[in-house]
Nanobody, 121 residues
Framework: QVQLVESGGGLVQPGGSLRLSCVGSGLTFNRYDLSWVRQVPGKEPEWVADILTDGISTDYTPSAKGRFTISRDNAKNTLYLQMNGLKFEDTARYLC??????????????RGQGTQVTVSS
């Protein structure tokens, strides 16, 4: 059974930083492309960033480019999202999922419960 567990969210002021983590179990972690998506109540999840199995190839939604960095540590079965320069509009629940930019919707079963990020002054 695939399980992804996110952590690291919290309340932060605009311009602040957070580092999210996602620990995977029940899967051969290094065989999967992985993504971070985010969701606000009443809206569909929005893809934020992905990292391919090579651990080097990454992609970001335009609003995250230059501020967020996705990375992975396959030895620890862990995916990360370093978020800098946070803005009010980054407020959302952040979830990790199997899949890359075009494929993550197929893997809804893999999404964790998410971790809440709130940007507020």
């Amino acid at each position: 059974q695939v399980q992804l567990v996110e952590s690291g969210g919290g309340l932060v002021q605009p311009g602040g930083s957070l580092r999210l983590s996602c620990v995977g179990s029940g899967l051969t972690f290094n065989r999967y492309d992985l993504s971070w998506v985010r969701q606000v109540p009443g809206k569909e999840p929005e893809w934020v960033a992905d990292i391919l199995t090579d651990g080097i190839s990454t992609d970001y939604t335009p609003s995250a480019k230059g501020r967020f960095t996705i990375s992975r540590d396959n030895a620890k079965n862990t995916l990360y999202l370093q978020m800098n320069g946070l803005k009010f509009e980054d407020t959302a629940r952040y979830l990790c999922t199997i899949g890359a930019r075009m494929t993550w919707p197929k893997y809804s079963y893999s999404r964790g419960q998410g971790t809440q990020v709130t940007v507020s002054s």
